[in-house]
C-alpha cells in the first residue's frame, strides 16, 4: 500500500514495503540516507534532512510516534502529528521516500525482543524515564534494519539518545554511519523541539534561561573554572531563578560514558532537562577542555 | 585479510569484509543463505548447509564460538576448536564463504548492548544456562546484520534457540527468512551434537536414553494419553534409570509459548537436558494434537 504524491516522497507504510525500496536502492548502488524522526517537523528536522539531501543518493525519512518510548503519565497520546506540513516539508527538502509505519505494523502484538545498552540509560533522561532508552534503542534497531541506510542522521539536542545509537550501532554491527548534527536554535537561542508549541507565552519567555544556563556554563570553562560541583551548584541557581521552572537535572558529565565527573576534562557534557508547566525541555553543550 | 583455499570457500575475518562481500552478492541479485555454527561440524550442521546450498545462490557458514552464551563454569574454552576440518567440510558441500571472526572482533572491550527476548527465556535451558539466551540472541542478530542473508538455517535440536530467534528476527525486522531443520540422528538415534565427542562409551551408550525416552513419549501421546503430569513423571522415570544420568529437566511445554501445560494440546514440545558426567546433552521431539 502507497501514496506518491506528484513529485513529492513515496509514502510507503509497511517494513516489507520500505525493506524492498531500500534493497531496490542498494542494488541500484546508491547510498541511503535516513533520518528517523516522531514527525512534528521543525528546522532542526530540516538541518538534519538538508544534509541528507546533500550526502546520499536517496533519502528516507521516517515518522513515528514511538509508544514504547513514552511512559505511562507521558505524552504519548497528545503528541503532535501534523502528517500533512510534514510530508511537504519533506517534498520541499527533495526527500525520495516517507517510511509512516502505524504501531501495529510497527510492534506484534506479542512483541518482546528489546535492546537494552547496559549503563548509558542509567544518566540524564534514563532516571526521569524509566524504560525511555530501552524503547529508543529497540525502535531505532527496527528502523535501520528496515531501512538498512548508509547514513542515519540524529540531532546533538538528544545527547544521551545519540550516545545511545552510537554504541548500539557499533554493539549490533547495524552497518551504518551514524552523523550527529548541530543543534538548531531558534533566533533567541531556544533549542527547536516539537514540544516547543506545549509552552504558554510566558513558559516560551522563561524556557529562554536554559541556552542562557549553558552559555554561562561555557564561558565559565573558558575563563578556567573546573570545578563541577561548583559549576552544578551556579546552573541550578541560575535555573531557579526563572518563574515556572521546575528542574529535573542539571548534570556535568564524561560526553563519552555520560558518567559525572568532578573535574572539568577532556569531552565533556552540560545536560539540563526542566519542566515550565506540563512541557518537559532538554538542552546541552559540550565542550572539549585539555 | 581474506584468504582463499584454492576452490574452497573464501575464509574472512572482520565484520567489515563480511559485510562488503554480502552487500557485492545482493548487488549481484544473488539470495543469500547462511548457516551460523561454533564449529566443530558434523552432519547435522551439514543438513542445513546442504539445504542452504539448494536453495540460494550464495551461502555463507559462520564459525563463532561465541563467549557470552557460555557460563563462567561451562565448556568454553574446552569447545573444540577442529577449524581445518571444518572448512573442509564446508569445502566439499559447496560453501562460497566461511566468516570466522576472533572475539575481539566480534566485542569491542566496552561493548554494552544486548538482544532481550522477554519470557523465552525464562524456561527449559534458560533455568539452568542463565544469560545463554541474551548471548545467543545478541551474537544472531549481529551475524544476522553482517551477513544480510535472505535466509537463515537452524536446527531443531535447540527448540528454544530456535524458537527465540525466530522472535526476534521478527520483532527486530531484520529481514531474514528463519528456516527451521530436522534434527539428524547417528544411526542408533543419538541426536547430533558437537559436544557428543566429550563422551565415554560408557557414556555414549547410556546416552541413548534420551531419543528412547522422547520415542516413549511420542507413543504415549499416539495411544491417546493427554495428561502431561503423568508423562512428566514416566519420561523422568526413564531417564533416571540409565546409569550416570542426572536431569538437569523434563518438560513438556506449549511449542510456541515455551510454557508448561497440563494437557496435551496443540503443538507441544517435550524436551530434555541430561547429563552424563560433564557432559550436557539435549534433545526434544514435538507432536502435533487435535
Known amino acids: 500500500m502507497s501514496d506518491s504524491y506528484s513529485g513529492g516522497p513515496q509514502i510507503v507504510k509497511t517494513a516489507a514495503e520500505m525493506n524492498t525500496w531500500a534493497l531496490e536502492a542498494l542494488r541500484a548502488g546508491k547510498s541511503i540516507g535516513f533520518v528517523p524522526t516522531m514527525g512534528a517537523l521543525h528546522a ?126 557499533r554493539d549490533l554491527n547495524l552497518g551504518v554511519e551514524i552523523v550527529p548534527c548541530e543543534i538548531v536554535r531558534e533566533a533567541d537561542g531556544l533549542a527547536m523541539s516539537s514540544r516547543n508549541r506545549y509552552l504558554s507565552a510566558d513558559e516560551r519567555r522563561e524556557a529562554l534561561v536554559l541556552h542562557r544556563t549553558l552559555k554561562y556554563f561555557e ?31 542539571v548534570a556535568i558529565v564524561d560526553a563519552i560514558t555520560l558518567e559525572d565527573i568532578a573535574e572539568i576534562k577532556g569531552e565533556v557534557l552540560a545536560a539540563l532537562a526542566v519542566k515550565f508547566g506540563t512541557t518537559r525541555l532538554i538542552d546541552n553543550i559540550r565542550v572539549m577542555v585539555g
Chains 1, 2 share one sequence.
Open 44 to 169: 532542526g528536522h530540516g538541518a538534519l534532512i538538508e544534509r541528507a539531501v546533500n550526502e546520499n543518493a536517496a533519502v528516507v525519512v521516517s515518522i513515528f510516534v514511538n509508544p514504547t518510548q513514552f511512559g505511562p503519565n507521558e505524552d504519548f497520546t497528545r503528541y503532535p502529528r501534523p502528517f500533512e506540513a510534514d510530508v511537504k516539508l519533506c517534498a520541499d527538502a527533495g526527500v525520495d521516500c516517507i517510511y509512516a509505519p502505524e504501531p501495529a505494523e510497527m510492534y506484534a502484538k506479542d512483541a518482546r525482543t528489546w535492546v537494552e545498552v547496559g549503563g548509558l540509560a542509567d544518566h540524564l533522561c534514563g532516571l526521569s524515564r524509566p524504560g525511555h532508552f530501552r524503547g529508543v534503542a529497540t525502535v531505532v534497531t527496527k528502523l535501520l534494519s528496515i531501512v538498512r541506510p548508509t547514513r542515519a542522521y540524529f540531532g546533538k539536542k538528544d545527547a544521551q539518545q545519540l550516545r545511545i545509537i552510537e554504541v548500539l550501532t
Open 219 to 249: 564561558e565559565r570553562v573558558a575563563s578556567g573554572e573546573r570545578d563541577a560541583m561548583k559549576l552544578l551548584g551556579e546552573l541550578a541557581e541560575k535555573i531557579e531563578a526563572a518563574q515556572g521552572a521546575e528542574i529535573d537535572y
